[in-house]
């Protein structure tokens, strides 16, 4: 194995812990917008606005999913990578417009997962053989 897979194998197995424990985060923060509807402050004149209540179910069920792959993949499930792949982008995206909500924490969480997608793409599991 070279040096690069090595590198993209560690970053899978980092990628799979920071995907369990961000969809646990995603999970706890839809649960806060669900509970608690006044719970985060939005930014006034915002481009996007959405109903925080309507985000709280959006990043629970991203969680959730977020959390199955990060679990699938940890376990080295071969059919867990574009699934990830997938539910990684829509959460990236979810970030995006939820930045006027919780802005430090959006774009954190969109850093991630662009390291997340990064060592998913560079990982061949083949050359593990």
Do not use: C
């Not at 197995?13 to 369990?20: G, Q, V």
């Not at 629970?60 to 574009?82: E, H, K, T």
């Amino acid at each position: 194995m070279d040096g690069r897979q090595s590198t993209a194998t560690g970053f899978v197995l980092f990628a799979a812990i920071l995907l369990i424990i961000n969809g646990l985060w995603g999970i706890f923060v839809g649960l806060a917008a669900i509970i608690r509807d006044e719970f985060f402050v939005v930014t006034p004149n915002y481009v996007y606005e959405f109903n925080t209540t309507g985000w709280g179910w959006i990043h629970l069920i991203l969680g959730v999913l977020v959390v199955v792959v990060g679990v699938a993949l940890l376990s080295g499930q071969s059919w867990a990578r574009w699934p990830t792949l997938v539910v990684v982008v829509l959460q990236a995206l979810a970030q995006f417009f939820f930045i006027p909500y919780y802005p430090w924490w959006a774009i954190l969480i969109i850093v991630l997962d662009v390291i997340v997608i990064w060592a998913l793409l560079a990982y061949e599991p083949k050359a593990l053989r």
